[in-house]
Every structure is written in structure tokens, then in C-alpha cells.
């Protein structure tokens, strides 16, 4: 790759399949693998899922000659709060403080949500220091999809899905009757974690790159054109997003040509 | 014939002080003073936290009200003794910090001055060193009234509420006279000479305060029984130009006075002697640790021991106090797991003094 033409490589959790990426390698090896980009602006690196510590490794090492745009994790609020807690809990959001709180639930504070979440930030506060302490070509932390907010949807859906349908067999619970947590909840319980992953960019000199607002409902869920499973959006949300980190990796390959004046 | 010659031993200093002192006989009170089963709420000084454990291996019910919920359990505890007691209060120190405390349950006291702000955060100036803070007005509005409301419901919920008294010494709003905890500035906030002021408060300060608090709360709860115990915990640091020995001698014949008179006002409210337990001549030299001022755990056994032998409780040895290191108990190792500016304290009287420092 030339210096003129910077490709961005695109790394990191499940969401990267709504760009048209397998969700592991078969060979479970970490490569590089070309984006169905007319353009040829990006790459992506796929590789075993779950993602393990050799992926990441290689994720840094690229820094020195590609753009980083890295989808961090982003189903924490899916993976243990889609089932409703016993007694529901609700919080208020502090960047969003009008949203309501949902009655008969128990407050707790954000900074406890926090907390609890912090835990699952860890790998990607060190990759992206790791990234800002050595010559890179730019790091860019990209948002994931919000939750959707259609509880029929999310019931007809549990069941074809394994991790839902271990998680009812364990709770002894039916997809038709178990007790979701109100797509309020969950979407600020979303709109929390992409706070996180931004705070974490931020920290080490790294931008966030939220989901296009196109593909958000004005209530801030996912727009149904974009829905794939429970978790995942589709290849629409993929092409969107694309546009959208064209820029950014304008944005960097101007950088990268004033460094190299 | 006089009257001492049909007194009992424990009348005389010689038969159960000089020799043969028995922790249980000190305190006049009925039995059972608790019944078994019943459900305890307390408060107080950094001393009631010792109790609680006690209490709760002892089968009697510790009202909790303002619990960690389920999912957030495996996160780090709060700081100093907050999600120990009934409802997250943390410790109270004063008699009229608890009155203040019950008046907000009750619609009945707005403190003008009742957030600090901080950099993205909003303290609570009465339970300043909260971990998990809120960190918008509305929501530390919303988890204000939560908590407040779940100190009504333990209020209504228990039969007995256990009160140590700590302090006489603290710090108030000059706007509402609202009593904080520690002394602004120490562990949050900013001191302001215009705004908070000392205060020292007498023995008619407390006695009207109790007394207050004991009609107040049977508004809520006509039949809970309360008892009130004085903290041997000497004060960590005082404000008064005394010498801190003469200004904890002072502070604690304020509370002990002050017990006795509103035990003496009340129906169905008891004192419980631990102070003397612990700080009478009679007590061995190892009740306090080598800083003579933190209660050993020989003690603490000791003083539990008498109370529990004051209750109906189970007659197995697992019932009755176990040496304390196997017992749940702030200590420094625990203390320095919890946030790090914060991590040497073991409460907020305390953190007046490590911040000083």
C-alpha cells in the first residue's frame, strides 16, 4: 500500500458481519482480507471468534501501516440484561437525563453500571494506548449498533437464536413468557457503553465514531431497515457505516501526507 | 438496718468491679430485650457497625431496605460503612443528624445546602464519600428520594432500632443548621467559613433531639423499641480548644447524660452499657489497640456478648460471638480495596483526620 493510498483496516467484534465479513476465519488464523469495497480503501482482519490475544496482537501491529478502525465488544447490554433483572432496575443516563425512568424499578446509579462494565473495556484501553505510544496511522473506535425496540421482534427472535435459547433453558423460561427488559432500559443501557468506548478513545488520543444517526429511530433504536438478528444490524447498516468511515480515513490519510512533508 | 445492706453485689464497686466484674450485669435492662426473630434496624457511630454481624448470626433479622440489587453484587463494595447499616445511611454520628435524617424521610426538613457539585459529579454533603455517586442534579435527585424513602421503610419495617451515640462535636449548614457528617471540605466538598460552622452540642441539644427523634419516629412506628448505647470510640480529633482527651471525655458524659434522661422521658427505650464495658477502669488493657482509641476485637466480643446475653437468642455456640477475625469487618486490607483517595478511612470522622495529615 502506498503512502498516497492509506487503506483502513477494519478489526474487532462480532458487528463487523454487517459489513459483509465472515464472523471467523475458517482456518482460525488472524489475516487481513480484502472488504467488498469497489474503492479499496479498506481491509479487514478476520480471525478466530472469539476473538483471542494473538488477534489483538496483530491488531497493534497493524497500526504502523494501516488506519484502526476497531468495533469493540458492544453486546454487554444484550449478553446480560436483555431478560429482565428480579426487580427491574432502571438508571438515569447523565447525558440523556430526560429520558424516562421506567416505573415500579429500582434506581441504581450509572456509576455503578459503570463499574460493572468497566471490566469489559480493559483489552481495548490497552490496544488503543499500546497504539498511541508508537508511530500509527490513526485510531478510530467505531460505535455499535443500538438495541431495537420491538419487543415482538426480540421474542419471535430468541429462539432461533443458541445464546438465547441456553440462557431460557437455564432460566427454565419460555421465549413467550419470559420478562424482557423494556427497550428503554437497554437503550440507554447501549447509549452507556458507547459512552465508555468513547472515554476510553478519548483517553489515549483516539476518536469515536458513532453509528451514523441515520440508522437510528428517533427514540434511538435501530431503524427495522437495518435489523439483522437480536443483536447484529445488516449489510444496509454495513454500506452506511462505510460512507461514513470514508471520511475519517480521508481525515487520516491528509494527516498521514502532512506527516511526511 | 440501712438501705445498702439489702442492696445486691453488683451495687457494690468492691463485689463486681474490684473483683468479679461481669459485662452482662452492668446494664439494667429487661429481658428479653430482643426477642427472637425480631427484626433490628441501627445506626450510629462507626462502633454500630461491629453489631450488625452479631446480630445477624445471633438469627435475628437486620433489616435491610436499601440493598445492593442482584446484578450489581459482584462489584466493589461501597465505601466505609454505607451499604452496612438498615439503609445505606452510613454512619451518623449525632443525635441531631439522626433527627435531620428522619425529619427529610418525613417531608419534614429540606437542607438549603444538599448537593455538592463536583467535576461531573454530585455529591450527597451527608454521605459525602459515596462510591457510586451520582453524577447529574436529576439523578442524584431520584436516588435521594429512593434512599430517603427506604429509611421510612425501615423505620415502619423493624421492632428495634439500636442507636450508638458518637459525637457531640460536628459541623452544620449557618443557612438551615443541617449537620453533616464530616466537616466539608474533608471528605468532599469546600469548607466555607460563611457557610458551615462548628458546633459542640449539650446535653439539652441531644436529650431534645432524641427525644424529638423517639416521638417522631413512633409517628411511623408506634411499637418499635429502641436502644441506646454510647460509642467508647474516642474521638479522632476535636475542634474545641480542649486537649482531644478532655473534649472526648466531655462528648461522651454529654451522651451518656443525655441517655439516661431520655430513657428516663420514654416508654420502651433502653441504654445499653457498652461504653462503660469498654472504657471503665475494670476493662483489661487490651481493649484498645495500640493507637488507644480502636476498640479491640476482645472487646467488641465482650461487649456483644453482654447484649446478646440480654436477648433471646439460639443456645449454640454459633450463635454467640466468635472471634472476631472471622467475623465481616472493615479492616485496613478491605479499606485499601476501596477508592484510592479514600482507602485509609474507616469513616468519615476518621477521614477528617487522615486528610489533615
Not at chain 2, 129 to 147: P, V
Not at chain 2, 166 to 187: F, M, N, Q
Not at chain 2, 196 to 202: G, K
Request: proline content about 6%.
Amino acid at each position: 500500500m502506498t503512502e498516497a493510498k492509506l487503506a483502513g483496516v477494519l478489526a474487532g467484534s462480532s458487528h463487523l458481519v454487517s459489513f459483509g465479513v465472515p464472523l471467523k476465519s475458517e482456518n482460525d488464523q488472524t489475516t487481513l482480507m480484502p472488504l467488498n469495497d469497489a474503492e479499496e480503501d479498506f481491509l479487514c482482519l478476520n480471525g478466530p471468534f472469539p476473538r483471542g490475544e494473538s488477534y489483538w496482537a496483530e491488531t497493534e501491529r497493524l497500526a504502523s501501516d494501516y488506519t484502526l478502525f476497531i468495533w469493540w465488544r458492544g453486546n454487554q447490554h444484550i449478553a446480560d440484561y436483555m431478560f429482565a433483572s428480579d426487580p427491574p432496575f432502571d438508571f438515569v443516563l447523565s447525558d440523556q437525563i430526560g429520558l424516562p425512568i421506567m416505573k415500579d424499578s429500582v434506581i441504581v446509579p450509572e456509576q455503578m453500571l459503570r463499574e460493572k462494565f468497566a471490566p469489559t473495556f480493559d483489552r481495548l484501553e490497552t490496544l488503543v494506548k499500546n497504539v498511541a505510544q508508537r508511530a500509527h496511522r490513526g485510531v478510530f473506535v467505531c460505535g455499535t449498533p443500538p438495541p431495537k425496540g420491538d419487543t415482538a421482534f426480540i421474542r419471535a427472535t430468541l429462539a432461533k437464536e443458541p445464546y438465547f435459547v441456553e440462557r431460557l433453558a437455564t432460566l427454565g423460561r419460555s421465549a413467550e413468557t419470559v420478562p424482557l427488559t423494556a427497550p428503554e432500559t437497554l437503550y440507554k443501557l447501549w447509549r452507556l457503553i458507547q459512552n465508555m468506548s468513547r472515554d476510553v478513545a478519548h483517553r489515549h488520543g483516539a476518536k469515536f465514531i458513532p453509528i451514523p444517526a441515520e440508522s437510528q429511530t428517533p427514540e434511538g433504536f435501530l431503524r427495522k431497515e437495518f435489523w439483522f438478528d437480536i443483536t447484529h444490524a445488516n449489510a444496509n447498516l454495513g454500506r452506511l457505516f462505510l460512507r461514513c468511515l470514508r471520511e475519517h480515513l480521508q481525515e487520516a490519510r491528509n494527516a498521514s501526507v502532512q506527516n511526511f512533508a | 438496718m440501712h438501705p445498702y445492706k439489702t442492696l445486691p453485689d453488683r451495687s457494690f464497686w468492691s463485689r463486681s468491679v474490684s473483683k468479679g466484674f461481669k459485662a452482662g450485669d452492668v446494664g439494667t435492662l429487661p429481658y428479653p430485650l430482643l426477642k427472637a426473630g425480631q427484626k433490628v434496624m441501627s445506626a450510629g457511630s462507626c462502633f454500630a457497625v461491629n453489631l450488625v454481624p452479631y446480630l445477624e448470626r445471633s438469627g435475628f433479622t437486620y433489616v435491610r431496605t436499601n440493598g445492593r440489587h442482584p446484578d450489581f453484587r459482584n462489584i466493589g463494595p461501597e465505601n466505609f460503612s454505607y451499604d452496612i447499616f438498615s439503609a445505606a445511611y452510613g454512619n451518623i454520628y449525632t443525635a441531631r443528624h439522626l433527627l435531620q435524617l428522619t425529619r427529610r424521610c418525613l417531608g419534614k426538613f429540606s437542607p438549603q445546602e444538599d448537593r455538592w457539585h463536583g467535576d461531573g459529579i454530585v455529591i450527597d454533603p451527608f454521605r459525602p464519600g459515596l462510591r457510586y455517586f451520582a453524577r447529574t442534579d436529576r439523578e442524584f435527585e431520584l436516588l435521594t428520594k429512593q434512599y430517603l424513602d427506604s429509611v421510612v421503610a425501615a423505620f415502619q419495617f423493624c421492632d428495634v432500632f439500636i442507636f450508638t451515640l458518637g459525637l457531640t462535636e460536628a459541623w452544620r449548614s449557618t443557612l438551615d443548621g443541617a449537620v453533616y457528617p464530616a466537616c466539608p471540605g474533608t471528605i468532599a466538598g469546600v469548607f466555607d467559613g460563611a457557610r458551615h460552622e462548628f458546633v459542640n452540642f449539650t446535653v439539652a441539644d441531644v436529650v431534645d433531639d432524641l427525644n424529638s427523634f423517639v416521638g417522631e419516629v413512633r409517628g411511623v412506628n408506634p411499637n418499635i423499641r429502641i436502644i441506646l448505647t454510647v460509642s467508647p470510640v474516642p474521638l479522632v480529633a476535636t475542634t474545641t480548644s480542649d486537649h482531644v482527651l478532655a473534649a472526648t471525655v466531655y462528648s461522651k458524659a454529654v451522651l451518656r447524660v443525655a441517655a439516661e434522661q431520655v430513657i428516663s422521658d420514654n416508654e420502651e427505650v433502653f441504654y445499653f452499657p457498652a461504653y462503660e464495658i469498654v472504657a471503665g477502669p475494670q476493662a483489661p488493657k487490651n481493649c484498645f489497640e495500640a493507637d488507644l482509641r480502636s476498640v479491640s476485637s476482645e472487646a467488641i466480643k465482650t461487649v456483644l456478648s453482654a447484649f446478646l446475653d440480654k436477648c433471646e437468642v439460639g443456645s449454640s455456640e454459633t450463635s454467640r460471638p466468635q472471634n472476631q477475625a472471622t467475623l465481616p469487618r472493615i479492616t485496613p486490607h478491605e479499606l485499601a480495596a476501596l477508592s484510592a483517595r479514600i482507602s485509609a478511612m474507616e469513616c468519615e470522622e476518621a477521614g477528617q483526620d487522615f486528610l489533615s495529615q
